[in-house]
């Protein structure tokens, strides 16, 4: 062995026992899940109807992206009223349902929180435009005085994450700022009325019996927009490891977090809550501390190569984080703002450039170019989530990854609905990971809904679709929740030690006599002896053949 950490000694009884440290979250992008009157639009009671399905893959809680009323500007993350439910998706009695239907199926309920911005379609902001200069409707915003004669440059040459400038023009001389597209403009946190608003939303979800909430953009509620204002040049990196940026990570963030906690913890059981905070390494483990949301996503996984020492590196800062914070970390390998793991992990690794940028690369060429090893990169991508799933903490899934889907990375561009595509000339966006699940191998909309899709689904996605792996033993789909079974028995604590290997095999024991080994080499390896419980590809003759990870119950 060469090193152990083991801080169970550090934990409670009680503490352990709480189904969110190890939880498994199954991530729902609505309009995109299932459709259930035929609209080509994913919506509430798709998803009511599709309980069976999440029970039956053995999940714990579900996170569904934001359903709220809006435009879509921003796939739904520019929020109208967030106390609400998108008429296009269903209304609030069928939000009742569908959490009913959850609960009955002892799956838990996460909601996402949007507090950084609202959409432009937002009653406070159609009040803030009519209401001009110096009105307090606009203090809920960040309006400045344009530059020039008549304030008609903006304030400053800040960038939106989205590309192009950060400020929109009023109209009157006046800019607003907004991080993301112009669609979105940002909330202004020393308001007291929007700190209100927001408790009355986290009440209101909390409530009507919502378990938890991911805190969109977590780390960007608070900014510092004092003048003279920093050149774009020397703030564009985005982390810095002292909160001294002015728009992302400031210290006073985790002040209205605080504020919240009092919030989360008068329910019974305590609402829980996970950052969406895209910071520098060191300081992750401070949204997840007790007094802050209590746990955070790690995104290093997500950015991690198909490469053991990147694993090793990134689970061992993930473990680092749980000693800081005294939560555990919460494993991803995808979301609905990253190309499909499995076409990460089957495109050549290029020493300069990281899995996910080659794949964001690949897909402005619209996937001309014949790289893509649609096997290997499923293959990984198997091994990759028996790796999450045997390390302490929790795992969040994103739809589709359980199928083993690839990335849709010929959408022509006339389809594509994200801003990141419209605003920006090196980005293709998001889209590739949006499209509408395949439940059946048939059909319009291959078992989605009665209609073709708000996104175009590929002749390719009929063969990956529920339907067609859930009676096959050797599905992505099998593997998925063969592990889900086993995980809830064969795991406990949080505990984790390294056990000396070769440079391409990650291998580590955890409490109880298990032990994870993944091969990320180009030959088979002997195996440790031991028990074989689970593995993600079929053995070579009793060795552990390249790309591939086993359970293993050792001697
Ligand atoms: C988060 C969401 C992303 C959205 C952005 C702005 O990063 O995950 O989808 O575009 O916030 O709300
Ligand atoms: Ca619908």
Redesign the pocket.
Known sequence: MTSTIDQDHLIGTEITTDLWRTAVVYQIYPRSFADSNGDGIGDLPGITSRVPYLRWLGVNAVWL?PFYPSALA??G??VDDHRNVDPQLGDLDDFDAMVAALHAADIRVIVDI?P??TSNRHAWFVQALAAGRGAPERDRYLFRDGRGTAGELPPNDWES??GGSAWASAGDGQWYFH??AAE?PDLNWENEEVREDFRRTIRFWADRGVDGFRI??AHGLRKDLSEPYPPWGEIADLMRPDGSHPLWDRDDVHEIYGDWRRIFDSYDPPRYAVA?A?VHPTRRARYAAADSLGQAFNFAMQDADWRAEDYRQVIDTGLADMINSGATTSWLLG???TPRVATRYGLPLEDDRPAQLIARAWLLSDGAQPYLNRSLGERRARAAIMILLALPGSTYIYQGDELGLHEVADLAPEVLEDP?ARRSATEKG?DGCRVPLPWTAQGPSYGFGAAVGHLPQPDWFGAYAVSVQEADPDSTLTLYRRALALRGRLFAGSGLSWVESEPSVLHFARPGGISCVTNFGTAPVSLPAGQVLLSSHHLDHGRLPADTTVWLRVP
């Open positions: 992206s921003d796939g993350y520019d949007v950084n911005h994450i989205f991080c993301f979105q969109d953009v969406e895209i979301c609905h703002d990141m998001r």
